[in-house]
Each structure stands twice: as C-alpha cells, then as structure tokens.
C-alpha cells in the first residue's frame, strides 16, 4: 500500500519520518476551515480531518493520512491566526490558564474512514507583554493553531501537559501508527 500525506504541513511530515515512515506523495487538501454556528470544538476537528481526507481521490492501493489540530479555550476555537493582532488576542487568552489541543487523525483506503481524536491539556504561564511581543516578533504564531508551537519558543510558556506532545505539534504518533497500521501501513523505528 502506497501511503499519501493529505497534509501540507511539514510537521506532520516530520512526525511520520519519526515513525519509520516517508510519504510515497504529499497531497494537501484544501478545504474551508470555516467551523459552523455553533459547531462543538470536538466535532468541529474532527470534520476538518474527514473532510481533507474526503476531498482527494483514493486508488486501491493508496492509504490518505489527514490530521486537524485545533485549540479550545472555554468555549472558543482558535484556529491559525489571519494576522498579528489575532495572534496577540489567543496568547492573552492562554496566558495563566489550562486549554486544551484536540487532534483528529483520519485514515481513508478505498475501503473506508478511520478516524481518532485525542485531546490534551496544555497550561500556559502567565505571559508578561515582553514575552507576548517577543514571541509575536518571532513570527513563529504564523500557521499554528492557537497561535503558538509547543515544539519552538513557545514551549517555554508551557509549564505542563497532560495527554500527547506529539498531538499538540500535529499529529499523534501512537494512534496515528495504530490507524496506519491497520490499513496495511507498517513503520520501521529510524
Ligand atoms: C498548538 C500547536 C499547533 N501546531 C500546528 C500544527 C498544525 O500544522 C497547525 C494547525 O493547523 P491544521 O489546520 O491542523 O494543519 P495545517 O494547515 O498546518 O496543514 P494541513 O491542513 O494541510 O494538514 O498548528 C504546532 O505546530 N505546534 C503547536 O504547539
């Protein structure tokens, strides 16, 4: 079986190369992100993961691998900031507080969907305005849900977790080697 990457992230690219595992192609899909009125955060990462992986065209001996990761704060979703000022309002809202980073996984063969969603709790110190310019300067917000990335500078801001480092950074590393193993897709530790 021939694994396609639905993803453009080089995260995510990164994390299976962790596994043993390089993508015979890459195939980002492009979908509207735009969550519904009144959408649950849980439901709403894991449509976004089904629906990068529903969006391209599966051959039989192809296995698409899609991931969404989102960050919810009470009963907000905050998803890659558009602009600077965005970015300045997440870190605000994390600062001193718990939030969680829900990751969902979607696995599609011809045959079918797998998908599973895991949800990991994140703290953030309180941030003080140097620290919150600092980051927003670095530019390293850009692209990343919530505004920040656990595996750069941000991770200074992160006292604790509870649940999936790799989950946080884009794609969960346990669930996603079951998912793809169970359609024919085995890694080798590198
Ligand atoms: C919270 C957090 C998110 N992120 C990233 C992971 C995801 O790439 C991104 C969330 O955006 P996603 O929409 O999940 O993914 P993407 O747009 O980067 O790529 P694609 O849709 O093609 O798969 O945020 C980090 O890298 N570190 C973190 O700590």
Known sequence: MKLILGSASPRRRELLAQLGLEPHEVRPADIDETPLKGERAR???SRMARE??????VAPDEVILSADT???AGRRIL??????????EFLWLLSG???HVLTAVAVRTAAGLRERLVDTVVKFKPLSNAEVNGYLGSGEWRGKAGGYAIQGRGGAFVPWIQGSFTAVVGL????????LASAGIDGEPT
């Open 97 to 99: 507080r718990r939030h």
């Open 172 to 179: 969960p590393l346990a669930e996603t080697a079951a998912l």
């Open 70 to 72: 989102t960050v919810t």
């Open 52 to 57: 990068k992986a529903m969006a391209l065209n």
């Open 43 to 45: 439901d709403y990462v």
């Open 79 to 88: 998803g890659k900031p558009e602009d600077e000022k965005e970015a300045a």
